[in-house]
Nanobody, 120 residues
Framework: QVQLVESGGGLVQPGGSLKLSCAAS????????MGWYRQAPGKQRELVAT???????KYADSVKGRFTISRDNAKNTVYLQMNSLKPEDTAVYYC??????????????WGQGTLVTVSS
């Protein structure tokens, strides 16, 4: 069984910064792509950023130049550094990972979500 646990969300003023972390644990042989998605009230879940095991990154246009995704493969952890935050960044942020586990197949896993609120 695999678990993804996010941390680092909270309330921040516009222009501020936050760093999210997501640690994967359990029966893990390998992790391929890890990423962050977000869902604002009344909207669909959307991709924020992804990173492959080799470090190749992809960002939503709305966060390019402000957010940075990184990972520590030894710790099975992915991070999201968020700078110059805007009120429209307010959402529940979800961690996602493609994990090779005991089934010997890559399966997609989600964290429980962490709330980020950008408000003065």
């Amino acid at each position: 069984q695999v678990q993804l646990v996010e941390s680092g969300g909270g309330l921040v003023q516009p222009g501020g910064s936050l760093k999210l972390s997501c640690a994967a644990s359990g029966s893990i042989l390998s992790i391929n792509t890890m990423g962050w998605y977000r869902q604002a009230p009344g909207k669909q879940r959307e991709l924020v950023a992804t990173i492959t095991s080799g470090g190749r990154t992809k960002y939503a246009d709305s966060v390019k130049g402000r957010f940075t995704i990184s990972r520590d493969n030894a710790k099975n952890t992915v991070y999201l550094q968020m700078n110059s935050l805007k009120p429209e960044d307010t959402a529940v942020y979800y961690c996602n990972a493609d994990v090779l586990g005991a089934t010997l197949r890559y399966l997609e896993h989600w964290g429980q979500g962490t709330l980020v609120t950008v408000s003065s």
